[in-house]
């Protein structure tokens, strides 16, 4: 392996997200604004430079690697991706290989993303009820995703769903969900609204923290505080009445940054060192002059740069999100 990605506070980067396309079929209300204006395709690395700055990362230590978006299974040609990537899982470069995705595309993708070494998967999932669905994503279709979600669970893919707590949304639903995932052999992780990109409307009016819901929820539940890590920044429990796991991300309520291993890159070739932070590099203008070495070099350049934490702050009506980028772009 060529020298590690280590940072100025010794961190080593070892997880890279990649987000192969900023487009959606859902708009979240939480993510997106109704009416999104996407980057032109020139903008957009292609699918070879994805493959050859994963790569890149891989080469310099990288060992987890997760494709995110906007939602990267309407990415056209992603499998082809996957498969490509899945060498590195071959040659044992590379642990895991994995996506986060909304689900909507599963029920074509399950067997083919397992058959390409993909063994888990994130999948987003706010609420179980039909009508809050539609209204959330307001365009997804709820049974749509739970056929996904079955033939992911048939092709031997592990599933972790991923919710937003959102008050006034879905506050009511976690019990329910932590049952029925607990049933399906799921984790769940719940996930505090973050102040990323303008959406229609206030994120304040549906912030709700992670240690409200945790309350709520210990009265229905055991919840015994495990030593299960992840090299994401969720905190688990495990659940005494379902053997299930909980997790939490609370990058509001509790700043997780000391042991920050990951750096993302979005879809037109950026690299971000911090999801709430502006420091970025452009990689695309360097990976096209085609010198393995500048590269090289740029990574370096980028460890230097990766700031000690983010500064979310969700607190005060009206104020602009504390980075202007949606999640779409960076990748959640
Ligand atoms: N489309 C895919 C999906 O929804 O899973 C992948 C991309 S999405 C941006 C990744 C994750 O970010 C999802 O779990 C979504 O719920 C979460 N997310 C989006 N915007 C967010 C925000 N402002 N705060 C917290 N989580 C957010
Ligand atoms: Fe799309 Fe995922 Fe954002 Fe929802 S959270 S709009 S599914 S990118």
Same mark, same amino acid.
């Given at each position: 392996?060529?020298? !590690?990605?280590?940072? =100025?506070?010794?961190?080593?980067?070892?997880?890279?997200?990649?987000?192969?396309?900023?487009?959606?079929?859902?708009?979240?209300?939480?993510?997106?604004?109704?009416?999104?204006?996407?980057?032109?395709?020139?903008?957009?690395?292609?699918?070879?430079?994805?493959?050859?700055?994963?790569?890149?990362?891989?080469?310099?230590?990288?060992?987890?690697?997760?494709?995110? /978006?906007?939602e990267p299974l309407v990415r056209?040609?992603i499998?082809?991706?996957? $498969?490509?990537?899945?060498?590195?899982?071959?040659? *044992?470069?590379?642990?895991?290989?994995?996506l986060?995705t909304n689900?909507s595309q599963l &029920?074509t993708y #399950?067997?083919? @993303? &397992?058959?390409?070494?993909?063994?888990?998967?994130?999948?987003?999932? +706010?609420?179980?009820?039909?009508?809050?669905?539609?209204?959330?994503?307001?365009? %997804?279709?709820?049974?749509?995703?739970?056929? %996904?979600?079955?033939? &992911? =669970?048939? &092709?031997?893919?592990?599933?972790?769903?991923?919710?937003?707590?959102?008050?006034?949304?879905?506050?009511?639903?976690?019990?329910?969900?932590?049952?029925?995932?607990?049933?399906?052999?799921?984790? @769940?992780?719940?996930?505090?609204?973050? !102040?990323?990109?303008?959406?229609?409307?206030?994120?304040?009016?549906?912030?709700? !923290?992670?240690?409200?819901?945790?309350?709520?929820?210990?009265?229905?539940?055991?919840?015994? !505080?495990?030593?299960?890590?992840?090299?994401?920044?969720?905190?688990?429990?495990?659940? #005494?009445?379902?053997?299930?796991?909980? /997790?939490?991300?609370?990058?509001?309520? $509790?700043?997780?940054?000391?042991?920050?291993?990951?750096?993302?890159?979005?879809?037109?070739?950026?690299?971000?060192?911090?999801?709430?932070?502006? +420091?970025?590099?452009?990689?695309?203008?360097?990976?096209?002059?085609?010198?393995?070495?500048?590269?090289?070099?740029?990574?370096?350049?980028?460890?230097?740069?990766?700031?000690? *934490?983010?500064?979310?702050?969700?607190?005060?009506?009206?104020?602009?999100?504390?980075?202007?980028?949606?999640?779409?772009?960076? /990748?959640?």
């Amino acid at each position: 392996m060529q020298k !590690p990605l280590i940072d =100025k506070y010794g961190r080593h980067v070892s997880y890279l997200r990649v987000s192969v396309t900023d487009r959606c079929d859902f708009r979240c209300t939480y993510c997106m604004a109704e009416n999104m204006t996407f980057l032109p395709k020139s903008q957009i690395l292609t699918l070879e430079e994805l493959d050859q700055l994963c790569s890149a990362f891989i080469a310099r230590g990288v060992r987890k690697l997760r494709l995110t /978006g906007g939602e990267p299974l309407v990415r056209r040609g992603i499998m082809d991706l996957i $498969h490509d990537l899945s060498r590195h899982l071959k040659s *044992g470069t590379l642990d895991e290989l994995t996506l986060t995705t909304n689900g909507s595309q599963l &029920a074509t993708y #399950a067997d083919d @993303l &397992a058959r390409a070494g993909v063994k888990r998967l994130n999948i987003s999932l +706010d609420t179980l009820d039909h009508q809050k669905f539609a209204d959330i994503t307001r365009r %997804g279709r709820l049974e749509q995703v739970l056929t %996904g979600l079955q033939a &992911a =669970k048939e &092709a031997g893919i592990g599933i972790k769903i991923n919710a937003v707590a959102l008050r006034g949304q879905n506050e009511d639903e976690f019990s329910r969900m932590l049952a029925w995932c607990g049933q399906e052999g799921f984790d @769940l992780c719940l996930i505090e609204t973050m !102040p990323l990109g303008d959406i229609d409307g206030d994120r304040t009016d549906h912030y709700l !923290p992670l240690t409200v819901v945790r309350e709520r929820l210990e009265k229905d539940w055991t919840l015994i !505080p495990s030593n299960h890590v992840t090299p994401g920044p969720a905190r688990y429990v495990s659940v #005494a009445e379902t053997g299930g796991r909980l /997790g939490f991300i609370t990058p509001l309520t $509790h700043n997780f940054c000391e042991g920050c291993n990951r750096v993302r890159i979005t879809c037109t070739g950026t690299l971000y060192m911090c999801l709430g932070q502006e +420091d970025h590099i452009d990689l695309r203008e360097i990976l096209r002059e085609n010198d393995p070495a500048l590269l090289d070099a740029a990574l370096d350049r980028a460890m230097l740069l990766k700031p000690k *934490g983010h500064d979310f702050i969700i607190d005060r009506k009206g104020q602009k999100p504390a980075v202007s980028r949606h999640m779409s772009m960076t /990748g959640g």
